[in-house]
C-alpha cells in the first residue's frame, strides 16, 4: 500500500508527536507530509522535528495532500473549514480532525459531505504510547478507517468506536494524562514527606504507575485482582488503600472522567 500524502492544519505538540509517529512507523515520508500554523515558531519546531514541508496557508497544505489532519482548537474548525471551501474535493481528500467535542455533522456540513473522520487521541502519542478513539463518517469507506486505524495504531492503540462515546474518550483518554500526571506528583510528594530525596521520589513514582498499567496490559488481569495481590493481610499497602478509600479516590476519579465528558459535550453544542 502506497505511503498517503498527508497534511497537518495546525503544527502544534500533538501534531508534531503524530508526525513523527506516522513517520517512525514508516507509514510515509516527510517528502509526502506537510503543516501549517499561524504562529512560526510552532511551524518551526514541526519542521525540525520532521523535516516535512511547511506551507504558509491551510490551502497549500490542501493543495498538496490527500489526507488532512485538523488539529486546531475546536473554536477555530469552522473558520479553517470555511478558509478552505471548495478546495476541499470530496473523490480525493479525507478529513481527519483530531479538535475535541466537533461533531462530524458539523464537518460534514460545512464540507458538503467530505469523507470526514473524528479522532481523539492523547498526549502519550509524543512516546508512541497514545489511546485513541475514533469514528466514521457516512461517506468514509472501508479503505478511510483502515488507515486511521493504520496511523493511529502506529504512535499506540486506536478503537473504533461509534461516535456517541467519543466524549467519553476524551473523558477517559483525553485527558487522563493529566489524572495520571497529578497521581505521580502527589506519589513523589508523599516519598519526600516520608523522606526520599525528590529525584528517587518522582522516578519511583513515575516507574510504579508504569508498572502497573503493564501488568493489567499484559496479564489481562482485572485490576481489582492485581490490587488484591499486593495488599497482604495485615500489611502496609491495605493500610494506604484504606486512606484512599477514606479519601475517595474512586468516586473523585470517576466524576473527574464524567465531568471531563460532559465539557466534551458542551462544547459539541457551541
Known sequence: MSSPTLGFLGAGKMATALARGFLQAGLTTANRLFASDPFPAARDAFAAATAAGIRPTNREVAASADVLILAVKPDQVGGVLQELGTLLEPKRHLLISI????????MESATAGLRCVRVMPNTPALVGASASAYACGAATTPADAELVQRLFGSVGVA??????????VTGLSGSGPAYAFLMIEALADGGVAAGLPRDIAQSLAAQTLLGAAKMVIETGQHPGVLKDAVCSPGGTT???????????????????VRAAADKSRSLGKS
Open 99 to 106: 479538535a475535541a467535542g466537533v461533531p462530524l455533522a458539523r
Open 159 to 168: 478503537y473504533r468506536v461509534k461516535e456517541s462515546l467519543l466524549d467519553a
Open 238 to 256: 491495605i493500610e494506604g488503600v484504606h486512606v484512599l478509600e477514606q479519601g475517595g479516590l474512586r468516586g473523585t476519579l470517576i466524576g473527574a
